[in-house]
């Protein structure tokens, strides 16, 4: 069923709030759902200097739920304490203004069960402005191969808890500004990837080296606990070349290591010095050796392909074959010279330079917090060539690289319990996709897809797209990708399916469907079937909230072959529910609660349509994101492109607010870094780049809102989405139920977490009073010690070492109270939180 009523996790219904409705009013289904694995995330409160005084806003958990009311969730409540005294009690929000609040304060919030004070957020001081500002470490640029200069601008971001402290670390990619698009000529500077504390500690820099070229559809770097370790990994593509470095206190370089490179590649004569981007001259000699082994191409061999280059090109024959090198390169000439240029003015052979063509291609792991590498295996599936039967040489446009080196990457969570990391390569012709766990040991390859080479009866001159593929089960993937895809449980399984643009892949790698329908009388082919095909935008979530399950919106390329421009779908089945024909590339489209008028999330791409299908107008808000910012859950759009100031619009209010100093991302794709919710209560934040890079901006909402729902980062759809936002083209992430200003809150599934490391707790409660000056050093020494040695021999499964090291832990806190060196609540919490890891031993 679709409106799942609230889901409790039994271990939290006892002990918090009565909800406002009668037990009856929801069902209790905690013994039907598996325990999901989300982050331990602190309280995440936060505190803004305001015209009116000082705004608060923090985390309400998934696990604290328990039931609802007409305005939102209910179940844990709060207290609010300013310079130590308690101001305020909230019900029925996770914000509050203080009207008497000053800069100087300093603020904490307490959770409240059955009218018990228990555990209180880490201390904060007000931000002077909206905003909060991360420093940033800019690299320094470069000079290209070619003679160009290069600088770097911080780009696309994505977050994770790398230290296991219950807050979020950033993770921010650093494009020079030479990236290119994977279809476009030049050499690109090397991209790096930046983690970076909340008080803007440069943890460690990876560089992905000369040999993963810098681009929108090259780098996409997961960032998710895959091993359950309280800990957040990082996971992408990287190469001969790709090193971690790390800096000292004074921002020197302290180290440098390479990742390794497997011993099947070192005795293949390749190392970590190789460089295999290609110069014009580099890229003439490649097609000349490929014309000297034509006659050994499988392609040929199996009579798929012409067997003469001269057929190939449609003139006469004019070889021997084998092919001499000189023949070869007099063909090599006449392919560059004349062949090319005739099939597309844009088919500059001569000057092709900076792609990435040959070389080892590597998946690598590494540890969140300290940037080591945790395990490198080769990229899969391979390139197997420079594009030749991806496609890329078929089109009057002859692209070398392009279909080929098109990747994604995302999380999913495919047994509805943890993440699983998801790599893929192809979408335009071939479409592969392999998923892998990590047991914090070893990548285990979990299924993969692979929809086989698209046929062609001539890779110089063919129509690759739309063919099916020659893998017969995956064989109608081909062509139905987009510029990235998004997860959600599209069937109702408490599994997520991976939503590949116009098709969906189940749980297990099966497939789930693809979509197709009849092409309309005005197109190319009036009657035929054809795929719905490949698009540049795609927003998965419970559009209509009166229909049964999820729907996709797309926008679709494919123009006159294309049964739709723009179509709203079933998730499930991928059954068109309302769409348009356009003939022509429609390249936006987005969604969201613009018209709170109108029941569910509005969409538009050409023009603006409900929920179920009706025009209500033919102008239509921005396409380059959307965000959820609003205190009345209404959806706001994020526009400003290339060197525009990003502004956050209201479709009837108008412009709420403009970030001036700052920049989006990806030129006119127009993208923050990151929309998210990363603290604060369940809106989502906006954080973009300074126009210097020097920093990253964090924007929030400071409208008090009077719905309470928990941060959306406890929801498994949303949370993948995050993770896979930073893919391809960048698109928003949607929770898996219905979020818009007429929700029904009875219909929000409340997720069971999965139980914590008591140890993990005991450690970030420690480091909290810690922080907050509750502890003096000497204790604090005396008790950190203890922790560490508990921990040690924990993690070596000494169970009796690490019960005395707990005992002595909590002989510590035993002592006759002593307020200069702890006070009595950290001692009370801290002996509490010790007792329950010694019950869980």
């Known amino acids: 069923m679709k409106k799942s009523a609230i889901m409790l996790s039994a271990a939290v219904v006892c002990s918090l709030m009565v909800p406002q409705v009668p037990a009856a009013a929801f069902t209790d289904q905690s013994a039907e759902q598996a325990p999901v694995q989300l982050e ?51 019900e029925d929000s996770t914000n509050y203004l203080d009207e008497n609040g000053e800069v100087e304060d300093d603020y904490f919030v307490k959770a409240v069960m059955d009218g018990k004070e228990q555990s209180k957020s880490k201390k904060v001081t007000p931000w002077e402005e909206n905003y909060y500002e991360l420093p940033l470490q800019k690299p320094d640029g470069g000079v290209t191969p070619a003679g160009e200069t290069y600088t770097y601008d911080a780009n696309d971001m994505s977050v994770g808890d790398v230290n296991g402290d219950g807050q979020y670390e950033y993770v921010v990619k650093w494009d020079p500004d030479n990236s290119k698009d994977v279809s476009q000529n030049g050499y690109t500077g090397n991209t790096y990837i930046d983690t970076y504390t909340y008080d803007g500690e440069l943890l460690y820099r990876i560089d992905l080296g000369r040999n993963i070229r810098s681009g929108a559809h090259y780098t996409q770097f997961l960032v998710s606990d895959f091993d359950n370790s309280g800990k957040a990994e990082l996971m992408f593509k990287t190469a001969p070349g790709t090193k971690i470095i790390k800096y000292d206190e004074d921002r020197n370089k302290a180290s440098e290591e390479y990742i390794t490179m497997p011993e099947k590649d070192k005795k293949a004569g390749y190392s970590h010095s190789d460089d295999y981007r290609m110069s014009s001259e580099d890229y003439y000699n490649h097609i000349v050796e490929m014309f000297m082994g034509w006659h050994e191409h499988e392609e040929v061999v199996n009579g798929r392909w012409p067997e003469t280059l001269e057929e190939s090109f449609g003139i006469e024959q004019r070889y021997q074959y084998p092919l001499s090198r000189e023949d070869a390169e007099s063909l090599a000439d006449y392919f560059m010279d004349e062949y090319a240029p005739s099939r ?137 990708g987009n510029h990235s895809f998004s997860t959600a449980d599209v069937d109702e399984d408490g599994k997520h399916e991976i939503i590949y643009g116009s098709a969906t892949i189940d749980h297990d790698g099966s497939l789930l469907y693809s979509s197709f329908d009849t092409l309309p009388e005005e197109s190319a082919d009036p009657g035929a079937e054809a795929r719905l095909g490949h698009g540049d935008a795609m927003h998965v979530a419970d559009i209509d909230p009166d229909r049964e399950g999820l729907e996709i919106f797309t926008v679709h390329e494919p123009g006159a072959n294309a049964p739709y421009g723009y179509a709203l779908r079933d998730a499930e089945n991928g059954d ?100 998210a919710d990363v603290f ?88 909290m009073y810690s922080e907050n000056g509750e502890i003096n050093k000497s204790m604090e020494r005396k008790l950190g010690n203890t922790l560490r040695q508990a921990k040690h021999h924990e993690e070596k499964q000494n169970k009796k070492q690490a019960r005395h090291f707990m005992y002595k832990f909590t002989s510590h806190l035993m002592m006759p109270s002593d307020e200069s060196r702890i006070s009595q609540e950290a001692a009370d919490e801290l002996k509490q939180q010790a007792m329950q890891v010694l019950r869980s031993w």
């Open 344 to 480: 597309s003015e844009r088919n500059n052979l001569r000057d092709l330079e900076g792609f990435i063509l040959e070389g080892p291609e590597y998946l690598t792991v590494f540890n969140g917090e300290t940037g080591e590498e945790l395990e490198t295996i080769d990229y899969k599936p391979a390139r197997h060539d420079d594009g030749l039967m991806w496609g890329d040489y078929a089109m009057s446009r002859i692209e070398p690289g392009n279909r080929v080196d098109r990747f994604l990457a995302g999380t999913a969570y495919l047994d509805g319990r943890k993440p699983y990391a998801v790599f893929a390569r192809g979408y335009y012709t071939r479409t592969s996709l392999v998923s892998y766990s990590w047991d914090g040991e070893e990548l285990k390859e979990h299924w993969n897809v692979d929809s086989g080479w698209t046929p062609m009866d001539n890779p110089f001159h063919a129509s690759p797209h739309g063919t099916p593929g020659t893998n017969e089960e995956f064989s109608s993937l081909t062509t139905q």
């Open 680 to 767: 604060g209560d369940w809106r989502e934040e906006m954080l973009v780049r300074t126009t210097d890079s020097s920093a990253i901006r964090m924007y929030m909402n400071t409208e008090v809102t009077d719905h309470k729902l928990y941060t959306l980062m406890h929801d498994p759809q949303y949370r993948t989405g995050i993770s896979w936002q930073n893919s391809g083209y960048n698109q928003p992430a949607y929770p898996s139920f219905y979020l818009g200003s007429d929700m029904n809150w009875g219909e929000v599934p409340v997720p069971v977490l999965q139980s914590n490391n008591p140890l993990w707790q005991l450690q970030n409660t420690f480091e």
């Open 40 to 90: 331990n995330l602190d309280r995440g409160l936060k505190a803004v200097d305001v015209t009116e005084g000082v705004f608060l806003s923090w985390r309400f958990l998934a696990g604290e739920v328990t039931g609802y009311s007409d305005e939102g969730l209910t179940g844990t409540n709060f207290h609010i304490y300013r310079n130590g005294e308690k101001i305020a009690e909230t």
């Open 576 to 675: 068109v529910i309302y769409g348009n024909y356009t003939g022509e590339d429609t390249g936006r489209g987005m969604i969201g609660d613009v018209d709170p008028e109108h029941a569910g999330l509005e969409t538009w791409a050409e023009g603006l349509w409900t929920a179920d299908g009706t025009r209500i107008s033919e102008e239509m808000p921005g396409t380059n994101m959307n965000i959820k910012w609003s205190a009345d859950m209404t959806t706001q759009i994020i526009n400003g492109a290339i060197d525009e100031t990003p502004v956050i619009n209201d479709w009837k209010e108008g412009t709420v607010l403009t970030a001036d100093g700052t920049r989006t991302n990806n030129y006119t794709k127009g993208n923050p870094g990151l929309v």
